[in-house]
């Protein structure tokens, strides 16, 4: 059971436009919310996050979008650049989370390809 | 940022025998860190979760006697695959966690292939 669906597994944009990048979730229990970023043979790297009492935040090019209601979150990427081709990771934590036992929820990542 | 080094980035093995894996962090101490499995096409979907100086509590489905891990220091983890099987070839990732705060910190991982 997938309960964080990345339903794009690629998607290619020109370098200067905007990446768009969706994120579904089932689980009405998850919280917060967490994009990351993996180059082939690396580890993801943390992007950006929000909490599920927002419904944007923003970090230089990239913003986080999130719509409660329809179980939704994006990622904004604007100006794409080539550096930005990589592997796109949503995740999600339950409610609750603090503490050293909350663990991450996956989606199945979407490879972004940002062509010049 | 901090440093998660994973060793090795790729091993082969012949079946039924086992494979370590290290996790180490390299800038700070980590009483947690979680290991991950990702299947060709799928998630990383998470193994267990290893705690400094205890038991790591495994995720249902996850064979706590097949995968070993030992988190005997606050900047080390090791996982290891006994009896390697086929099924078992996957791509294994660890992270760790930095303090109290929700930001984890991934190694590189490692390609497992069984022969």
């Known amino acids: 059971d997938q309960q964080v669906k990345q339903n794009s597994p690629s998607l290619s944009v020109q370098e200067g436009r905007i990446s768009i990048l969706n994120c579904d979730y089932t689980?009405?229990?998850?919280?917060?919310f967490l994009w990351y970023k993996k180059y082939p043979a690396e580890g993801p790297t943390f992007l950006i996050s929000i909490s599920s009492i927002k419904d944007k935040n923003e970090d230089g090019r990239f913003t986080v979008f999130l719509n409660k209601s329809a179980k939704h979150l994006s990622l904004h990427i604007v100006p794409s650049q080539p550096g930005d081709s990589a592997v796109y990771f949503c995740?999600?934590?339950?409610?609750?989370?603090?503490?050293?036992?909350?663990?991450?929820?996956f989606g199945t990542g979407t490879r972004l390809q940002v062509t010049l | 940022g901090a440093v998660v080094s994973q060793h090795p980035s790729r091993v082969i093995c012949k079946s039924g025998t086992s494979v370590k894996i290290e996790c180490r962090s390299l800038d700070f101490q980590a009483t947690t860190m979680f290991w991950y499995r990702q299947f060709p096409k799928q998630s990383l979907m998470l193994m267990a979760t290893s705690n400094e100086g205890s038991k790591a509590t495994y995720e249902q489905g996850v064979e706590k006697d097949k995968f070993l891990i030992n988190h005997a220091s606050l900047t080390l983890s090791t996982l290891t695959v006994t009896s390697a099987h086929p099924e078992d070839s996957s791509f294994y990732i660890c992270?760790?966690?930095?303090?109290?705060?929700?930001?984890?910190?991934f190694g590189s991982g490692t390609q497992l292939s069984v022969l």
């Open positions: 992270s760790a966690r930095k303090g109290q705060g929700e930001k984890l910190f």
């Open positions: 995740a999600a934590l339950p409610w609750g989370y603090t503490g050293t036992a909350s663990k991450l929820t």
């Open positions: 689980n009405s229990m998850f919280d917060y």
